[in-house]
Nanobody
Framework: EVQLVESGGGLVQTGGSLRLSCAAS????????IGWFRQAPGKEREGILC????????LWKESVRGRFTISSDNAKNTVYLHLNRLKPEDTAVYYC???????????????WGKGTLVTVSS
């Protein structure tokens, strides 16, 4: 079964850092376009990163660009989202997602994790 599992969320203070993991099973994650999304309380889900499979281009949401980075461990079929200099407005459930075939992200990616909660205290 195709599965994505996020982990690494938690409670941190403003200015702190977290590393979120997205572990895939049932398919090879690095063969896909990968997206990270988040949904803050009372708000719609928003995309914060699209890693395009065809050229590896990283498309970042302006509000997180320069603070968040991505890395991967292909042997573990896992990608990591590094959250740095966190702000209260970063509080959200963070989701990873993967897309077959397409070289761009949409709001309806093929595969989604269940999310991991990041809470940033002020």
């Amino acid at each position: 079964e195709v599965q994505l599992v996020e982990s690494g969320g938690g409670l941190v203070q403003t200015g702190g850092s977290l590393r979120l993991s997205c572990a895939a099973s049932g398919f090879t994650l690095n063969g896909h376009t990968i997206g990270w999304f988040r949904q803050a309380p009372g708000k719609e889900r928003e995309g914060i990163l699209c890693l395009e499979h065809d050229d590896g281009d990283e498309l970042w949401k302006e509000s997180v660009r320069g603070r968040f980075t991505i890395s991967s461990d292909n042997a573990k079929n896992t990608v990591y989202l590094h959250l740095n200099r966190l702000k209260p407005e970063d509080t959200a459930v963070y989701y990873c997602a993967a897309q077959e075939y397409l070289n761009y992200c949409t709001s309806a990616m093929d595969y989604w994790g269940k999310g991991t909660l990041v809470t940033v205290s002020s």
